[in-house]
């Protein structure tokens, strides 16, 4: 007998997050300077002379030896297995001038005040252990088929670990939150047979996850005819040696299957595919009531189709290759065989609308704007025992998933991954008192209390990638060079140094950097006709020896990154410990963070879920 699932993995205190999180503000109120520091200004606001005092060779010296440049070594190995706390950091930045002074203790802070060295995150497979016991978990098709590397290593994860949740709570409902393309959705649906609603704003995002949907079932059902070939091809050859006992048993088999069946097959006639949503549909308020008559059809038959499928595919399976041939319609010499035939065709058709009809209802992309006030209900109108999931939810969408979680006693537990942390909103940004707004950082009192805040630049910061640079995917300094000196020229040229257009994408099609600057003017809409090639070229020639300086300048900032996002994860991790109704809730790293960086989940469980 398998093990059910038991007891969660320890979990961290409210009060040991709460130090944790205190631990990591208070260090990064001493480098916010330097986080809230734009490498685009670097040349105009003399920021290297105000914040570090090394000369750039130095920075980029110690770096190699300490920092991700440097081969990866454990912090104990780095410091010598030291005794090290948090007053060994106290000497980073002058107490004085609050410059960067100790390059090589930087690096190593940032190591330290890292989400693995704190000790806050709950190991991915400690935890998928604790949820199944030892249930195996479900094996099937490699994503990798029909998704770039990236999203393929996301979804395999991350899917799993959503149907071990589901599972542990006894769910099957699942509300993707920021769906998107609806990779997760489709997969979670089409490999764990849960019934998922996928959310997302865009309405032209919804409609193309509808046709996305339809190619992966397309592919997943070509996928599973072909293993079942292979699977049929060698019982075929078995069931040479046998074919009189073979044809005994079909016809045993299909006698009793056809039983069972007769008045579903007149249900069969009335239950299409159109059970499944238009992919026309432009929002919510249109589909509705075609939506509610959908899910009450599906109700009706959905368990009885599920057994019939597996019945027929059982069947099938079973039988030499040969027993299932359709026969042409012109052998009709035989009553008995046509009859046959008839029989044959009809588990045919029952098999393939069963099945299609199961998946089609798996699987619903809708279009919502998700808020804090969001009422799911007004959404999904069979709104059942769920959980909520979001893959990469963008800025304030991921701190709105936590708190519907903790608000709605439908939605029992909640695995959010969020990005796009310059997009979040934040309370004390602007130092405007809206005490009646919804805020995306901070969510925990702590903080709150303490009036924190990491800025936009900080929090843009927070999303750069430190361990693909580690493995040598070094920054585009060539390109950040380009605009730092086109910054320059804006503003001694023409005097503009604030402005709500933006350069994006020039420096991959322009040819060189006098072909940057004029394609970068005519973008900022300035007039480019007074400013001569000479002109240019004189800028670039003036800056192009302080290169390495903002080579170095951005080097800092990769490395201060991880204690950016250590603040704002366990800012949304403590929000969850002060909360009454919550059973478990942790950090956890789900994914390669060379493929993927963000890749720490905020998960939790409620109270009854895990009774």
Same mark, same amino acid.
Request: charged residues 25%.
């Given at each position: 007998?398998?093990?059910?699932?038991?007891?969660?993995?320890?979990?961290?205190?409210?009060?040991?997050?709460?130090?944790?999180?205190?631990?990591?503000?208070?260090?990064?109120?001493?480098?916010?300077?330097?986080?809230?520091?734009?490498?685009?200004?670097?040349?105009? #606001?003399?920021?290297?002379?105000?914040?570090?005092?090394?000369?750039?060779?130095?920075?980029?010296?110690?770096?190699?030896?300490?920092?991700?440049?440097?081969?990866?070594?454990?912090?104990?190995?780095?410091?010598?297995?030291?005794?090290?706390?948090?007053?060994?950091?106290?000497?980073?930045?002058?107490?004085?001038?609050?410059?960067?002074?100790?390059?090589?203790?930087?690096?190593?802070?940032?190591?330290?005040?890292?989400?693995?060295?704190?000790?806050?995150?709950?190991?991915?497979?400690?935890?998928?252990?604790?949820?199944?016991?030892?249930?195996?978990?479900?094996?099937?098709?490699?994503?990798?088929?029909?998704?770039?590397?990236?999203?393929?290593?996301?979804?395999?994860?991350?899917?799993?670990?959503?149907?071990?949740?589901?599972?542990?709570?006894?769910?099957?409902?699942?509300?993707?939150?920021?769906?998107?393309?609806?990779?997760?959705?489709?997969?979670?649906?089409?490999?764990?047979?849960?019934?998922?609603?996928?959310?997302?704003?865009?309405?032209?995002?919804?409609?193309?996850?509808?046709?996305?949907?339809?190619?992966?079932?397309?592919?997943?059902?070509?996928?599973?005819?072909?293993?079942?070939?292979?699977?049929?091809?060698? #019982?075929?050859?078995?069931?040479?040696?046998?074919?009189?006992?073979?044809?005994?048993?079909?016809?045993?088999?299909?006698?009793?299957?056809?039983?069972?069946?007769?008045?579903?097959?007149?249900?069969?006639?009335?239950?299409?595919?159109?059970?499944?949503?238009?992919?026309?549909?432009?929002?919510?308020?249109?589909?509705?009531?075609?939506?509610?008559?959908?899910?009450?059809?599906?109700?009706?038959?959905?368990?009885?189709?599920?057994?019939?499928?597996?019945?027929?595919?059982?069947?099938?399976?079973?039988?030499?290759?040969?027993?299932?041939?359709?026969?042409?319609?012109?052998?009709?010499?035989?009553?008995?065989?046509?009859?046959?035939?008839?029989?044959?065709?009809?588990?045919?058709?029952?098999?393939?609308?069963?099945?299609?009809?199961?998946?089609?209802?798996?699987?619903?992309?809708?279009?919502?704007?998700?808020?804090?006030?969001?009422?799911?209900?007004?959404?999904?109108?069979?709104?059942?025992?769920?959980?909520?999931?979001?893959?990469?939810?963008?800025?304030?969408?991921?701190?709105?998933?936590?708190?519907?979680?903790?608000?709605?006693?439908?939605?029992?537990?909640?695995?959010?991954?969020?990005?796009?942390?310059?997009?979040?909103?934040?309370?004390?940004?602007?130092?405007?008192?809206?005490?009646?707004?919804?805020?995306?950082?901070?969510?925990?009192?702590?903080?709150?209390?303490?009036?924190?805040?990491?800025?936009?630049?900080?929090?843009?910061?927070?999303?750069?990638?430190?361990?693909?640079?580690?493995?040598?995917?070094?920054?585009?300094?060539?390109?950040?060079?380009?605009?730092?000196?086109?910054?320059?020229?804006?503003?001694?040229?023409?005097?503009?140094?604030?402005?709500?257009?933006?350069?994006?994408?020039?420096?991959?099609?322009?040819?060189?950097?006098?072909?940057?600057?004029?394609?970068?003017?005519?973008?900022?809409?300035?007039?480019?006709?007074?400013?001569?090639?000479?002109?240019?070229?004189?800028?670039?020639?003036?800056?192009?020896?302080?290169?390495?300086?903002?080579?170095?300048?951005?080097?800092?900032?990769?490395?201060?990154?991880?204690?950016?996002?250590?603040?704002?994860?366990?800012?949304?991790?403590?929000?969850?410990?002060?909360?009454?109704?919550?059973?478990?809730?942790?950090?956890?790293?789900?994914?390669?963070?060379?493929?993927?960086?963000?890749?720490?989940?905020?998960?939790?469980?409620?109270?009854?879920?895990?009774?």
């Amino acid at each position: 007998m398998s093990r059910p699932p038991g007891a969660l993995p320890p979990q961290l205190s409210p009060a040991a997050a709460a130090e944790a999180l205190g631990r990591a503000a208070r260090f990064l109120e001493r480098a916010l300077a330097l986080c809230r520091a734009q490498a685009v200004e670097l040349y105009t #606001r003399g920021l290297w002379d105000r914040l570090v005092a090394p000369p750039p060779a130095a920075v980029l010296r110690a770096l190699r030896a300490a920092g991700p440049l440097a081969p990866r070594r454990s912090l104990a190995e780095a410091a010598g297995a030291a005794a090290w706390d948090d007053d060994t950091f106290s000497n980073v930045f002058c107490e004085n001038s609050k410059k960067l002074i100790d390059v090589h203790l930087f690096a190593l802070a940032a190591q330290y005040y890292s989400v693995s060295n704190l000790g806050v995150s709950t190991p991915l497979e400690e935890l998928l252990e604790a949820l199944r016991g030892d249930n195996q978990g479900t094996t099937g098709i490699k994503t990798d088929e029909f998704m770039n590397n990236k999203k393929s290593h996301e979804v395999q994860v991350m899917s799993e670990l959503v149907d071990n949740i589901a599972k542990y709570c006894g769910i099957k409902q699942v509300i993707d939150i920021g769906s998107g393309k609806g990779y997760l959705s489709s997969f979670l649906s089409m490999q764990y047979n849960l019934k998922v609603y996928g959310i997302d704003s865009s309405d032209t995002t919804t409609n193309g996850a509808h046709e996305r949907n339809r190619k992966l079932k397309k592919h997943w059902r070509a996928y599973q005819s072909r293993a079942r070939a292979n699977v049929e091809s060698q #019982r075929s050859e078995k069931a040479n040696d046998r074919p009189v006992q073979s044809e005994i048993n079909c016809k045993a088999i299909t006698e009793k299957l056809l039983n069972k069946t007769s008045s579903l097959q007149h249900q069969d006639q009335v239950t299409t595919q159109d059970l499944a949503p238009s992919c026309g549909f432009t929002g919510i308020g249109t589909s509705e009531s075609s939506k509610q008559t959908e899910v009450d059809l599906a109700s009706q038959t959905q368990s009885d189709e599920s057994k019939l499928s597996e019945e027929v595919l059982a069947i099938l399976n079973v039988l030499p290759a040969d027993a299932v041939e359709v026969f042409s319609s012109s052998r009709s010499d035989c009553g008995e065989l046509c009859e046959e035939e008839k029989e044959q065709r009809k588990m045919a058709s029952l098999k393939a609308k069963a099945s299609k009809s199961r998946e089609s209802n798996l699987y619903f992309p809708l279009t919502s704007c998700i808020t804090a006030e969001t009422e799911l209900s007004d959404i999904i109108r069979d709104l059942e025992d769920c959980m909520m999931v979001g893959l990469h939810t963008c800025g304030d969408l991921a701190a709105n998933t936590l708190r519907i979680f903790t608000a709605k006693p439908e939605i029992k537990a909640v695995c959010s991954v969020g990005c796009c942390y310059h997009l979040l909103s934040e309370q004390f940004e602007n130092q405007e008192d809206s005490p009646e707004e919804v805020w995306g950082f901070p969510m925990s009192q702590y903080l709150k209390d303490k009036g924190w805040c990491c800025g936009r630049n900080a929090r843009m910061s927070a999303c750069l990638a430190l361990e693909r640079v580690a493995v040598g995917q070094m920054l585009p300094t060539e390109s950040l060079f380009y605009r730092a000196v086109l910054q320059v020229i804006i503003e001694e040229i023409y005097g503009v140094t604030k402005s709500d257009r933006h350069v994006g994408k020039t420096f991959s099609k322009s040819s060189s950097f006098i072909d940057y600057v004029r394609k970068s003017l005519k973008k900022l809409e300035l007039d480019d006709s007074k400013l001569p090639d000479s002109c240019i070229m004189d800028y670039y020639e003036k800056y192009k020896h302080r290169m390495n300086e903002l080579e170095a300048f951005n080097m800092l900032k990769v490395v201060l990154a991880p204690c950016i996002e250590v603040l704002i994860l366990l800012d949304r991790l403590c929000y969850l410990k002060e909360q009454d109704n919550i059973a478990w809730s942790g950090l956890v790293k789900l994914f390669d963070p060379v493929k993927s960086p963000r890749c720490y989940a905020v998960i939790a469980l409620k109270k009854q879920s895990c009774s």
